[in-house]
């Protein structure tokens, strides 16, 4: 079946209403489970991979009962009163303990981080003392624990500090070294392949006869999956032939997700949902957006299959609303939710009402606060738009136009992705 018999009402029940948002995302994530496969690895490679399984505290974090900050290790008894004398008997440094007890009347020169002698249960920062040989004058008097910080209070030994599903990033890095765990085992990358489809594309670098393009979405593609960590196939241009076509899709099932751009219109060239229909199977091709409408999802075999549209900005905002939440279950974690605020534009933005629409803007700071600049030219070929913006403006299905001033729901590029 042709993409034109579908849009003529063909029989394969993918002719219906383009899909709300939010449904189609609802519908692609229910569909999506997460990779099987699994390594175990050291901390440093771990970066950036999907915890199998939980990991807990071998030890207690701090691992010794130790001074908050430098100054002298007491008996909170003994400085009941401001002017309190003390002699010293010795000190503690990180690393190198003092290996006595703190008896009544005596008080140990401490640093920060280091271990809290027996006999002391606090310590008194240096800049509240005074010294006169051995002895040493506490201008003020303390409490019990004061500037200490106790053995385990930030990881109890046997605490579970990561489950499954976590997404190790830099922090969790030191966290992991912090409770001893050298090694863990994390989940097998997701294997995602992706190709451009057409005639008119040629490689970037080769001469550009009349009617070409540069292939450009091969290359965001490749920007946006390298930042979510996955395993990367690039399969190149595909030509607008049904054979071409057929035989790139079975070479493709192989993998975890197949993504391809291009094809998934309604034109007399548009072969990509006629040949996932021979190899695979469609679950819908309409989503109630703009730009982006004409976005295929369905299956490979196994893997999970996207057809974005071929405008570059189309590609783009279908992967960030789309496809990037599902690539990240697929992962095995779990997608964060959307980022939105809302700030006033600083421009009047033009809109018609029935459908969602993102916009391309820039937050700036404004006299009043924070507002947003939609970018001058919205279609959806205008690839620079996504690269001088900073945000996605959201304009919901029944808004319209929007005058400058008002209030509209801004999604910033920089936002969180895993939860």
């Known amino acids: 079946m042709?993409?034109?018999?579908?849009k003529a009402g063909g029989?394969?029940?993918?002719?219906?209403?383009?899909?709300?948002?939010?449904?189609?995302?609802?519908?692609?994530?229910e569909q999506v489970e997460a990779v099987t496969g699994r390594e175990r690895l050291g901390l440093r490679e771990a970066l950036g991979r999907i915890l199998a399984e939980p990991v807990s505290a071998a030890i207690d974090v701090p691992n010794h009962t130790n001074s908050a900050m430098d100054g002298y290790a007491v008996r909170a008894a003994d400085l009941a009163e401001p002017g309190a004398r003390l002699r010293e008997v010795g000190e503690s440094f990180a690393g190198h303990p003092f290996?006595?007890?703190?008896?009544?009347?005596?008080?140990?020169?401490?640093?920060t981080g280091a271990v809290l002698p027996a006999g002391a249960d606090s310590v008194v920062m240096q800049e509240r003392t005074e010294r006169n040989g051995d002895q040493v004058i506490f201008t003020e008097g303390c409490k019990t624990g004061a500037n200490v910080r106790a053995a385990g209070e930030d990881v109890a030994r046997g605490q579970k500090v990561f489950d499954v599903g976590r997404r190790i990033g830099s922090a969790d890095l030191g966290v992991l070294a912090s409770v001893g765990a050298a090694e863990v085992d994390v989940l097998a990358r997701a294997r995602v392949a992706f190709f451009s489809t057409g005639d008119e594309i040629v490689p970037v670098g080769d001469p550009l006869p009349a009617g070409k393009i540069h292939d450009s979405n091969r290359h965001t593609l490749f920007g946006l999956l390298s930042e979510l960590g996955v395993e990367i196939h690039d399969l190149g241009i595909v030509p607008d032939v049904p054979e071409a076509l057929d035989e790139a899709l079975r070479r493709a099932s192989r993998f975890d997700a197949v993504l391809t751009t291009g094809g998934v219109s309604v034109g007399a060239a548009d072969y990509v949902l006629e040949a996932l229909e021979k190899v695979?199977?469609?679950?819908?091709?309409?989503?109630?957006?703009?730009?982006?409408?004409?976005?295929?999802?369905?299956?490979?075999?196994k893997a999970i299959f996207f057809g974005l549209p071929g405008n570059p900005v189309s590609a783009m905002v279908t992967f960030i609303q789309l496809v990037r939440p599902a690539l990240v279950k697929l992962a095995g974690a779990r997608p964060?939710?959307?980022?939105?605020?809302?700030?006033?534009?600083?421009?009047?933005?033009?809109?018609?009402?029935?459908?969602?629409e993102f916009q391309r803007g820039r937050l700036v700071s404004g006299e009043h606060g924070m507002m947003v600049e939609p970018f001058g030219h919205q279609g959806s070929g205008v690839l620079r738009s996504m690269s001088e913006a900073n945000c996605l403006i959201n304009l919901a299905p029944d808004q319209g136009d929007v005058e400058a001033g008002e209030r509209v729901t801004v999604e910033p590029f920089a936002q969180p992705i895993w939860n």
């Open 99 to 111: 290996d006595g007890e703190v008896s009544p009347g005596e008080c140990v020169r401490i640093m």
């Open 2 to 6: 042709t993409p034109s018999a579908l």
């Open 11 to 29: 029989g394969c029940g993918h002719d219906g209403p383009a899909l709300p948002l939010e449904q189609a995302r609802g519908r692609i994530l």
């Open 280 to 301: 695979g199977s469609v679950g819908f091709w309409q989503v109630a957006m703009k730009p982006g409408r004409p976005l295929a999802f369905g299956h490979l075999d």
């Open 336 to 356: 964060a939710a959307p980022l939105a605020f809302e700030v006033p534009t600083r421009n009047a933005i033009r809109k018609k009402a029935g459908r969602r």
